[in-house]
């Protein structure tokens, strides 16, 4: 895939200054070198962040507090196209983004506004890719690992940064996490070829054709044992046909096609009459109905008399209660006469002879409440003899509803069993219309499932599909086009090696795609890259193995990668650790930067000439961005290899100006 970074854009927040645009050569190793904390290590974050990223790793503090929107120039096939992406301030990431598209960008707006957001121009760059649309478990909606591959899987061979650049451990960009480390691993056939969009569309249409066989033979394996049990039903359908009049009894007993044929032609007949009409039972059947409309009407008035009948009696009980609870209320106060008897002048308390108006007075309540209960049961409570009497017409005329109900009831059955007959003979009628009905039902199931059944013929071309397209997408020949592109992959970077600082470089070495490592095929003995010592080592390895992995991605007629690789700080490992930091380097941005020997300058050249020769070997197919302590003195005049004006003295990513006047 052409896709090369033309150049990068910081917008800062203060709009009197124009934006920082940092342009790089296509097709060549740009070098950016300074000293620390000068902003080189902000690129990765920043290209990684406007392709998309699910979280912003950009720096903060200086360069996210003076930076409003982060953005790059990438050169396509397609032409230009400006990305760029808003500083998210206190949160993760941003959705707000700026697309500008042309065939050339040259001159870059002073302000920008969000016209896009993250998730479309992911799928923008997921078209420019050519990814399949399809997942890797055959299907279009799966998610995780087997989801379809996406252009953010493919920043694990773009993308080498400080932590990972010479790392004996991780070799590929956020590999170090589960969740990439398995969607790498199921990319990387892809990536390499091996699984290609066609064979994709041709494992989906397998797995569909599967999910299609197997509801089909779910559906002909149902039919089949309906079908089952209709054929061991089948004899006696045939005697019930008999039964009805419906078939003549054979001479000698009839085999099962010979009945099909015989129940077939039962259904066939146009000329079935029915023996008994509804003419001779139609008086019968007037009576009866009759009597269901009479007993429906006595049923009504009936229970509207037992509900009238359950309210009286109601009534009466509670007539009953009232009266007995007055006497008890009077038979409790009784014992205020009792006490009211007993007081004289001398003493108000008739109990220990005291004087309290307190005690009078309450017997005074007392025996004024007395009084009111025995005037109260005074009075005539009783019902009135009016409601006896009407009491006594109800309970008789429910007596007769009830008798007159039995009355319909006994000539209801008596009528059935007169006309049983004729029930009998017209229930025979409807009996053997049913049957017809089902009969036809029943032989319309077999012929569907005869041998040249729609259903079976469409098991069949499913199977075969399935078997066409196992035999295309057989687990060796996807295994041997891997194996033949790790082959080519081994070669590419074993070419490399002798010409960089590793410990054997003859050694064959083998890109292990499971375990995401390198493995030293030795003559004694094979080593895996973390078993291997040395920071030169590592570092050779991972530069020969990701150079070796462009220069295939290129060979392939439509491949997804981007064309470029950005490394941060491949020199590291020559330089000297500060056992202790100096308080004034703290102070001091511009320290005196590490010097290094003469045999690591060789080797950090060395490193520079051989991505210098890939990159012409290209002919301006690969771009590479390094991003380094190293000053040109190392890497200047080589081939391949042009520097952009050094980090030093002042000059960072962010202007100084934009500092000052904050």
Request: aromatic content about 6%; charged content about 30%; overall charge negative.
């Amino acid at each position: 895939m052409y896709l090369q970074i033309r150049e990068i854009v910081l917008w800062p927040r203060n709009p009197n200054f124009e934006p920082r645009r940092l342009q790089f050569q296509l097709g060549e190793v740009n070098v950016i070198s300074g000293a620390s904390r000068t902003g080189k290590s902000a690129v990765i974050p920043i290209i990684d962040y406007c392709l998309g990223a699910g979280t912003c790793s950009i720096p903060v503090k200086t360069i996210r507090k003076y930076c409003e929107w982060f953005g790059i120039v990438v050169a396509t096939a397609q032409g230009d196209k400006l990305l760029a992406r808003r500083e998210p301030g206190a949160q993760r990431s941003t959705d707000d983004m700026y697309l500008l598209e042309a065939e050339r960008i040259t001159d870059i707006p002073h302000r920008i506004a969000k016209n896009i957001n993250a998730d479309a121009v992911k799928r923008l760059l997921d078209e420019l890719a050519g990814l399949s649309k399809l997942d890797f478990s055959g299907g279009g909606e799966s998610m995780g690992f087997d989801g379809r591959p996406s252009f953010r899987d493919l920043a694990a061979f773009t993308f080498q940064p400080q932590n990972v650049v010479a790392n004996p451990d991780v070799l590929f960009f956020k590999a170090n996490t589960y969740e990439h480390r398995e969607k790498l691993r199921k990319i990387f056939p892809y990536v390499l070829g091996a699984v290609t969009p066609t064979l994709m569309a041709k494992q989906f249409e397998l797995g569909r054709a599967r999910q299609e066989l197997r509801r089909k033979e779910r559906e002909l394996k149902d039919a089949q044992e309906v079908s089952a049990r209709w054929l061991a039903d089948l004899r006696a359908k045939f005697s019930e046909a008999q039964e009805l009049g419906l078939a003549a009894k054979p001479e000698q007993e009839l085999s099962r096609g010979q009945m099909i044929e015989r129940l077939e032609e039962v259904v066939a007949r146009t000329d079935l009459t029915l023996s008994v009409s509804t003419s001779t039972i139609s008086d019968a059947l007037r009576e009866l109905s009759g009597l269901e409309v009479e007993e429906r009407e006595v049923s009504r008035e009936l229970t509207t008399l037992r509900h009238r009948l359950s309210e009286m009696n109601r009534m009466r009980v509670g007539v009953d209660q009232y009266q007995d609870a007055l006497a008890l209320q009077q038979g409790r106060l009784q014992l205020s006469n009792w006490l009211v008897s007993h007081t004289d002048d001398e003493a108000d308390c008739p109990m220990c002879g005291s004087h309290t108006d307190s005690a009078k007075r309450k017997l005074a309540v007392l025996s004024e409440r007395l009084r009111e209960v025995e005037a109260e049961a005074g009075v005539d409570k009783e019902v009135p003899a009016a409601f006896d009497r009407e009491l006594q017409r109800v309970t008789e005329e429910v007596g007769q509803a009830t008798e007159r109900l039995r009355s319909v009831q006994i000539r209801k059955r008596a009528l059935s069993g007169r006309s049983d007959e004729a029930r009998q003979r017209q229930f025979a009628a409807q009996r053997a219309e049913r049957f017809v009905g089902n009969l036809e039902s029943a032989l319309d199931l077999h012929r569907r499932l005869g041998s040249d059944s729609e259903l079976v013929n469409e098991v069949v071309r499913l199977k075969e599909l399935v078997r066409q397209l196992e035999a295309e997408l057989r687990e060796q020949d996807v295994e041997a086009r891997k194996r033949r592109a790790l082959h080519a992959i081994s070669n590419n970077a074993g070419r490399l090696l002798p010409h960089l600082d590793v410990e054997s470089p003859n050694d064959p070495i083998s890109l292990e795609i499971n375990d995401l490592t390198i493995k030293v095929r030795g003559p004694e003995r094979d080593d895996y890259l973390s078993e291997i010592g040395s920071g030169s080592n590592w570092l050779s390895y991972h530069l020969a193995v990701l150079l070796a992995l462009h220069q295939f991605f290129l060979s392939q007629r439509r491949g997804p990668v981007p064309a470029f690789l950005v490394l941060d700080q491949p020199s590291q490992v020559y330089f000297p650790k500060r056992i202790v930091a100096r308080p004034e380097d703290e102070e001091d941005e511009e320290a005196e930067e590490p010097q290094l020997r003469d045999e690591d300058v060789d080797a950090v050249r060395q490193a520079f000439e051989v991505m210098g020769r890939v990159a012409l070997d290209t002919k301006g197919g690969l771009q590479l961005i390094v991003l380094d302590h190293a000053s040109r003195d190392v890497w200047g005049d080589i081939d391949g290899v042009v520097g952009l004006p050094e980090w030093r003295n002042g000059v960072k990513l962010v202007p100084m100006a934009w500092l000052d006047d904050a």
